[in-house]
């Protein structure tokens, strides 16, 4: 068993937030010198809302890690997991695989966060045709969002992923309504890190002179922020500002902008888009 190996798959799991608890285990399926093994484990992740009363539901995750032996050599790698969620308050799983490269190497806690419908802006390295020479890569924010709505012929639901050139602003998006306690610079520039890590974040909104906390995510797809009452009911801009002035900063009817929800659960595709006519078959494309 190549223990350099073994270290170097030990620190993957710990710092994609699978922890040490894995690690017997790891090193007795390597040792084992199978061609290719899988490994499960199970996590709790308190939503978002019960932060402050987490009697009051608990998410469960479960992951199934896939390893594979290389061709040439006694080395081992993680090419990808399978999270399954299951919500406090749906019966339903929530299921994709994610493939590491693919998908950026998403850590646990993303996947988690990706599946309860959030969006999450990550840095990844990117390569250009004019850099293709000197094979140097460039680091670029960008936002994933997983749609939940269909899945394609393995039963994945496709990733969005909006680049900087989409023009996504999410300083404007927050400007854009009359949170309350944003003065402060630091406090603005946490709440910006908060949205951006996909994160549900609590604030004050003045709504008819009135002083209402809410919860807001982001919205990258419609550049701008879904937002909640406590009991997670969507509020919409109309509430806000009055029906004049958000009709006029709103598209007109038959464009309106996509609400994508986090709460209640996203609706998730339980049968392929091809077979939603009567079972009429058709183009399988997922997206």
């Known amino acids: 068993m190549d223990e350099n190996n073994l270290a170097y798959l030990q620190k993957t799991l710990d710092y994609l937030g699978f922890g040490t608890r894995l690690n017997e285990v790891l090193a007795s399926s390597i040792y084992r010198k199978p061609e290719k093994f899988s490994l499960g484990i199970n996590q709790r992740y308190i939503p978002w809302e019960f932060r402050s009363d987490p009697g009051q539901g608990v998410d469960q995750m479960h992951f199934e890690l896939h390893f594979s032996k290389a061709k040439d050599a006694d080395v081992y790698f993680l090419n990808s997991y399978r999270a399954e969620l299951r919500r406090y308050n749906s019966a339903d799983a929530v299921v994709q695989n994610f493939e590491l490269e693919r998908d950026n190497r998403m850590s646990a806690l993303q996947s988690y966060k990706l599946l309860c419908g959030l969006s999450l802006q990550k840095e990844i390295y990117i390569k250009n045709n004019a850099q293709a020479m000197d094979e140097q890569r460039s680091k670029v924010p960008v936002w994933f969002k997983l749609d939940l709505s269909v899945s394609d012929d393995r039963g994945n639901h496709p990733m969005n992923r909006f680049f900087p050139g989409y023009g996504y602003d999410l300083e404007r998006a927050v400007d854009k309504y009359p949170f309350l306690g944003l003065e402060d610079p630091e406090k603005k520039e946490a709440l910006l890190k908060a949205l951006r890590f996909g994160n549900l974040v609590?604030?004050?909104?003045?709504?008819?002179?009135?002083?209402?906390?809410?919860?807001?995510?982001?919205?990258?797809?419609?550049?701008?922020?879904?937002?909640?009452?406590?009991?997670?009911?969507?509020?919409?801009?109309?509430?806000?500002?009055?029906?004049?002035?958000?009709?006029?900063?709103?598209?007109?009817?038959?464009?309106?902008?996509?609400?994508?929800?986090?709460?209640?659960?996203?609706?998730?595709?339980?049968?392929?888009?091809?077979?939603?006519?009567g079972g009429e078959k058709g183009n399988r494309a997922g997206r």
Do not use: C
Request: charged share 30%.
């Open 202 to 277: 609590e604030l004050p909104l003045k709504i008819a002179e009135r002083e209402e906390p809410v919860y807001l995510a982001a919205n990258p797809k419609a550049k701008t922020l879904d937002i909640y009452s406590r009991d997670m009911k969507a509020i919409r801009d109309e509430h806000i500002f009055g029906a004049t002035q958000s009709a006029m900063e709103n598209p007109p009817p038959g464009k309106k902008r996509p609400f994508d929800g986090v709460l209640p659960p996203p609706k998730v595709a339980k049968q392929f888009p091809w077979q939603h006519q």
